[in-house]
């Protein structure tokens, strides 16, 4: 959860959902994306979009379109799934988008689940694949719980470190809710996304303080000068966030026999050709394997009820895990989907580019 999520960027328009969905589908397919790649990685990034969740969201189009066309990304790959035993398995993501990697392989922990209790999925030779809530939010809309991390390339100091090591190493969390939409925890182990300060630096917006860092280590609020994140917990107390950021490395690449995120190559910068190995770990738990369902809907339901009920200083109220994402939902799917000033022109080009029709803006 991010307070300082910013819901409307500047000089914004506002684009429908629909109409964003087909945009994504027919850009990532002329580009060289099939079918299945195209409706996963449209899935995710609108997904993420309509959640608030800008950084992760459609802002990210264009650069995975360049990472199709360089080659580093395979538009139909070949994946594999290996059974290794009752409730774990292994995808091998063929070097494709991780979007498509991330919801095949949370599926068949889901499979595993609903069989025998639980399932685990290790997967390598993926790319970035957005928002990792989308894929812990996958398995609650199936009925369990789910799980998510991804490595990635060091974005991050340790806790009083000078250079970047982790990467952003999210951790996601969602359960099904009775009557309700899921509870639904999608949060970075450093103190923001690097995407995020990459949406700020666009918009011509300061950082919160305590989230980023300049060369020689000093925290900075101004995007142009920042040179890495700091941990969870910023300057005093950043052993939480680094250490919760080795929790998923060890279970991100360890698992999956990738690279550790320190050697990986870079998201962004000039070699779009060769593939990065990016290594994801999910896991579905299956409710009806520890207690019977009702028990499980009810004790969950009084849980939140318990929490929104909770005294907020000045009157403030008490917000669940993904009570702002799906209120930003129900807003967004009424009113569009924010296309910020930066992205204006983006989408105008990759419309020109692949000769598709441009997205219609809402009055």
Known sequence: ?????????????????????????????????????????????????????????????????????????????????????????????????????????????????????????????????????????????????????????????LHDGLTPFHGTNPIAFAAPVEKQAPYLLDMATSSVPWNRVQQYGAIGRELPEQVAADAEGNVTRIPADVAALLPLGGSDFGFKGAGLGGVVEVLSSTLSGMLNGFRLLPMGGPDMSTPRGVGHFFMALNPAAFVDSATFSSCLSEYL????????????EILAPGDREWRCRARRDAEGVPLDSANQGAYAALADSFGVRPLRHLA
């Open 305 to 316: 009820a318990d929490l929104r009920g909770q005294p907020g200083i000045d009157g403030a």
């Open 1 to 157: 959860m991010n307070p300082n999520r910013q819901d409307v960027p500047r000089h914004d328009v506002r684009v429908a959902v629909d109409d964003l969905d087909r945009f994504m589908v027919e850009v990532l397919g002329r580009a060289g994306a099939n079918a299945a790649s195209s409706s996963a990685v449209t899935r995710a990034l609108v997904t993420a979009s309509r959640m608030g969740t800008d950084s992760h969201g459609l802002r990210l189009l264009p650069h995975y379109v360049s990472a199709l066309q360089g080659g580093r990304i395979q538009g139909s790959p070949a994946m594999r799934f290996t059974r290794r035993l009752p409730a774990t398995g292994y995808l091998d993501a063929g070097d494709g988008f991780g979007h498509l990697a991330g919801y095949t392989a949370m599926a068949h922990a889901v499979d595993m689940a609903e069989e025998v209790g639980m399932g685990a999925v290790a997967v390598g030779h993926s790319s970035h694949f957005g928002a990792a809530g989308c894929y812990a939010l996958a398995a609650a809309e199936r009925g369990m719980i789910g799980l998510a991390f991804c490595n990635s390339d060091p974005f991050v100091l």
